[in-house]
């Protein structure tokens, strides 16, 4: 097939993450950047409810030890237990090993597993507005009882992969957590960074950047002529709206469908959610995974949520830190390229993304 002319929408850029710096990617929407597209995506189980699983109700003596049920009497809903496999567990008392420049740090911590739903299958634009608001509550209450558990745990990551494509093992909805003595180098780069823009500009970057995809235009001249070589309307990065939550478009997105969630006031702790903020936080991220699930035909993700680190230093970065949920869908897989180069290659246009979400009819 012959080569069909640069579409003049075409974008090849390099963008660079406004929080990090040093993260930048490639938006090439240039046809031959495409290749990379995954094979089919191995469906998600959609039963409701599978005798053979461990998470499904009825089989609650298959799971390791249960720590917590919401509601906390009569049928469970949501469930944590402990994880079978624990990447960090506490029964490891050995202290760091030290080869030359490769450093161990102790593998203290703690994994647990959030059963999200009693239903096997249910995606999270399925479920109920009030079942997510309580699960947004219950990652509150076991993040806050972990930090008060031990204090040498800095950092909870509470983290969910949905789908075969973002790596979930066991088909049944849930969330992982993970608390650790150490705080995950990309939530520190975002600590630092925003830290450093605090110090330099007195305010939040992350308050800025939710500024600016509601208010800002920007327009892009040519250096040599002078001529508007592009305009960005920045107001069309907005995915979807709330009360007290906003869903956007990063402008550096490293994966094509990447939203990230963040409460419109300033808030540096996760754990400072009110109660009746829930509500809101759950309609914005149950639409928001609405409009993906349509435009992507079956959203597999993850998503990860983002705190300041409880490592002594958090009353220093309350102004400067800004918690938020990102969601990373997975509907290509990594090329050489990127792999080799860190350079993360987006083949679709971020604003056109975002265009693409919110023209989706709920
Ligand atoms: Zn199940
Ligand atoms: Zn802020
Ligand atoms: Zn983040």
Redesign the pocket.
């Known amino acids: 097939m012959p080569e069909t002319p640069a579409d003049t929408n075409d974008v090849r850029e390099i963008r660079i993450n406004p929080i990090v710096p040093s993260e930048s990617v490639l938006v090439a929407t240039a046809r031959s950047m495409r290749p990379k597209k995954a094979e089919e995506l191995a469906p998600r189980d959609t039963r409701k409810?599978?005798e053979t699983?461990p998470?499904?109700r009825g089989n609650e003596h298959k799971t390791p030890p249960q720590i917590m049920t919401w509601p906390d009497v009569g049928d469970w809903h949501i469930r944590i237990v402990e994880n079978l496999y624990p990447v960090l567990g506490d029964d490891r008392a050995q202290a760091g090993f030290n080869f030359g420049l490769q450093q161990t740090i102790d593998g203290y911590g703690r994994h647990e597993v959030i059963i999200d739903h009693d239903e096997?299958g249910i995606a999270v634009h399925e479920m109920a507005e009030s079942h997510l608001a309580a699960l947004f509550g219950v990652y509150q209450t076991r993040m806050r009882q972990l930090f008060e558990s031990d204090d040498r745990l800095k950092y909870v990551l509470v983290f969910k992969n949905f789908g075969p494509a973002a790596g979930a093992s066991i088909?049944?909805t849930h969330s992982q957590v993970i608390a650790m003595p150490v705080v995950p180098v990309n939530v520190d780069a975002e600590v630092a960074n925003s830290a450093a823009h605090y110090a330099k500009h007195h305010h939040c970057i992350f308050c800025a950047l939710i500024d600016e995809a509601l208010t800002f235009e920007a327009t892009i001249y040519d250096r040599a002529s002078g001529a508007v070589r592009r305009k960005i309307n920045v107001g069309q990065y907005v995915v979807e709206r709330g009360e007290k939550f906003i869903a956007i478009k990063p402008f550096a997105s490293r994966y094509e469908w990447e939203v990230h969630i963040l409460p419109l006031g300033h808030q540096a702790d996760f754990l400072d959610m009110q109660a009746e903020d829930r509500a809101d936080l759950a309609r914005v991220v149950k639409r928001t995974m609405a409009r993906l699930d349509a435009v992507i035909g079956g959203a597999q993700y993850n998503f990860f949520l983002h705190t300041v680190p409880h490592d002594g230093q958090q009353s220093a970065h309350a102004h400067s830190y800004h918690w938020h949920i990102e969601i990373c869908p997975r509907t290509s897989i990594p090329t050489g390229f990127e792999l080799g180069s860190g350079l993360f290659v987006n083949t679709i246009n971020p604003e056109q993304a975002a265009e693409r979400l919110r023209a989706v009819a709920l």
Do not use: E
Request: charged share 0%; hydrophobic share 25%; net charge neutral.
């Open positions: 409810h599978v699983c998470f499904c096997h088909p049944h």
